[in-house]
C-alpha cells in the first residue's frame, strides 16, 4: 500500500515538480484554516502558506533556490493577477479622474514616509547592508518589490516575507485604525490600505465595498512603480 505513494514522493522530492506540488498544498490547506477563522486577516492564506513551506524547507534542508525552482511556475502569475485588478479601476475611471491629484499627492508622501521610514528604523536597528537592501522596497508588492530588493543586492525572500507581514497586519487593523482617525468614506479608506498593505489589504478593501477595492488596487498599483523610482534614491542616501 505504501510503496506507490513512497515512489511518488520520491520522484517528486527529486523534481521542481515537488515544489510546485507542496506550495499549492500548502495554499489548499491555509485557504481551508482562513475559511475556518471567519475569512480573518490573521490567518490569510499567503501568510499561513510562506509559514508553513518556510518550516518545511528548514526542516528538510532544502535550499530556497531549489525550491524555486518549481515554485517559480506560480511566482510569473503574480504578474497577471496584478492587472487583472484593472477591472475595478476601469469602473471607478470617472472618480479616480476627479481625484487625481490628491491621489498623486498622497502617493508619492507615502511611498517615501513607508519607505525612508523602514529604512530608518532598520539602520538604527544596527541592520546590514543586505538587510536594509531587503526591506527598501517594503511599499510596493511583492514582485516589484522582490525585483527591487535584488536589484539593489537584497535577499528577494526576505523582502517577499516583510511585504506579505506588512500586508497581513495592515490589512487586519488598518480598518480599525481608519475608524479610530474617524475616516468613513470608502474612496479614502481603500486608498489608504492599499497604498500600505498592498495586494492583501486591497482584498480586505474589497470586503467593504467595490469602491474601496478599486481605490486600494489603485494605490497598491501605483504605489508600486512609485516605490520603482523612489527607492533607488531613497537607497543611495541611506546605504551604508
Known amino acids: 500500500m505504501d510503496e506507490p505513494f513512497f515512489r511518488l514522493w520520491s520522484y517528486l522530492s527529486a523534481h521542481p515538480l515537488g515544489a510546485l506540488t507542496a506550495t499549492l498544498l500548502a ?22 502558506a510562506i509559514i508553513a513551506l518556510s518550516a518545511g524547507l528548514y526542516a528538510s534542508q532544502t535550499p530556497y533556490s531549489r525550491y524555486f525552482e518549481g515554485a517559480q511556475f506560480i511566482h510569473v502569475l503574480l504578474g497577471p493577477a496584478t492587472v487583472a485588478l484593472a477591472a475595478p479601476l476601469y469602473r471607478a475611471l470617472r ?10 499627492g498622497v502617493l508619492g508622501l507615502g511611498a517615501v514616509i513607508a519607505s525612508g521610514l523602514a529604512l530608518s528604523l532598520a539602520a538604527l536597528a544596527g541592520a546590514d547592508a543586505t538587510t536594509l537592501a531587503s526591506i527598501a522596497p517594503k511599499p510596493a508588492t511583492s514582485p516589484v518589490a522582490m525585483g527591487v530588493s535584488e536589484k539593489l543586492g537584497g535577499l528577494p525572500s526576505l523582502t517577499a516575507a ?9 490589512g487586519a487593523r488598518g ?3 481608519l475608524d479610530l482617525a ?13 497604498l500600505c498593505s498592498h495586494g492583501i489589504g486591497a482584498a480586505q478593501a474589497f470586503r467593504r465595498s467595490e469602491r474601496a477595492g478599486a481605490f486600494a488596487s489603485l ?3 501605483l504605489n508600486a512603480a512609485a516605490t520603482a523610482l523612489i527607492v533607488p534614491v531613497l537607497w543611495l542616501a541611506y546605504a551604508p
Do not use: M
Not at 516583510?162 to 495592515?170: A, E, S
Open 182 to 194: 474617524r475616516v468613513r468614506d470608502d474612496r479614502a479608506r481603500g486608498f489608504a490600505i492599499g
Open 175 to 177: 480598518g480599525l485604525v
Open 162 to 170: 516583510v511585504v506579505v507581514t506588512t500586508g497581513v497586519v495592515g
Open 27 to 48: 495554499y489548499a490547506a491555509a485557504s481551508w484554516l482562513w475559511e475556518r477563522s471567519g475569512r480573518s486577516a490573521f490567518c490569510n492564506p499567503v501568510f499561513i
Open 219 to 221: 494605490a497598491f498599483a
Open 95 to 104: 472618480e479616480i479622474r476627479a481625484l487625481a491629484l490628491p491621489v498623486l
